[in-house]
């Protein structure tokens, strides 16, 4: 790039204007851009950010992370940081990098209110949930289901905050969702299943032996694991009810 005695040198800026869209990720070139032709700072990051979202825009993950990933080390305080954390976890995501993707889902989530926010609590609580770390996996689903535009994403919330309090034996968490899964009105059929079957196998761990029973009566015919499962757990009672009279 020309020396600085070109400063605002009309030409000199027409070839920055031409080059930018190859060269401003240079940071000589961004220096340069600044000092000779006048750009300012937030206008050579918009620049570089267009540059570096673009391959992530367009499906080209392995190119979009290591671009998005430049810029975020670069510029400090990153102004596109929410949008570049958003475009990495989806790369992510598609890459099956759980890591990864948790944490630039965590980053956007850490940012507050924002229109990528519902989509990165439900990607955060489902890894969490996939790596056992349901404490996490809780946080995410109880702000997701808070502040959810999506019927589908409310009910995912809810299903994930049963199973989760469910795994972590905080029953009585676990049977408040149970109630508020069957009362959504998107919930399939399969779904109902499956949190009854939870609920049944709580009540008879607490001994509510009748109260389970009747559950597990419901569930003989459901298809897949169900079934079978709801039959053991009737039988079960009934065998323990009995030594138990």
Not at 59 to 64: K, T, V
Request: aromatic fraction near 8%; charged fraction near 25%; proline fraction near 3%.
């Amino acid at each position: 790039f020309p020396s600085h005695d070109t400063k605002d040198d009309a030409v000199v800026c027409d070839a920055y204007v031409i080059c930018k869209g190859l060269l401003i990720e240079d940071s000589n070139f961004q220096s340069d851009a600044r000092l000779i032709c006048g750009a300012t700072q937030s206008e050579v990051e918009q620049e570089v950010y267009l540059k570096a979202v673009a391959p992530a825009q367009e499906g080209n993950c392995e190119l979009g992370i290591t671009k998005l990933s430049e810029y975020l080390r670069n510029f400090q305080p990153a102004y596109y940081r929410l949008d570049a954390n958003y475009y990495l976890a989806q790369c992510y995501a598609r890459n099956n990098n759980r890591d990864k993707c948790l944490e630039a889902c965590n980053e956007v989530v850490s940012l507050g209110s924002s229109a990528y926010l519902e989509d990165c609590l439900a990607m955060a609580g489902e890894i969490s949930y996939e790596i056992k770390d349901y404490s996490q996996a809780i946080t995410h689903y109880r702000d997701l289901e808070q502040i959810a535009a999506s019927k589908t994403n409310v009910l995912k919330a809810q299903l994930g905050l049963l199973e989760s309090h469910y795994n972590r034996k905080e029953n009585t968490d676990a049977l408040q969702y149970v109630e508020r899964v069957l009362a959504n009105p998107d919930v399939t059929p399969e779904m109902a299943e499956h949190a009854k079957l939870i609920k049944a196998r709580i009540l008879m761990n607490d001994n509510r032996l009748a109260e389970a029973k009747i559950i597990f009566q419901e569930l003989i015919h459901a298809p897949g694991e169900t079934g079978p499962e709801a039959c053991y757990g009737m039988s079960k009672c009934m065998y323990k009810y009995r030594d138990w009279e």
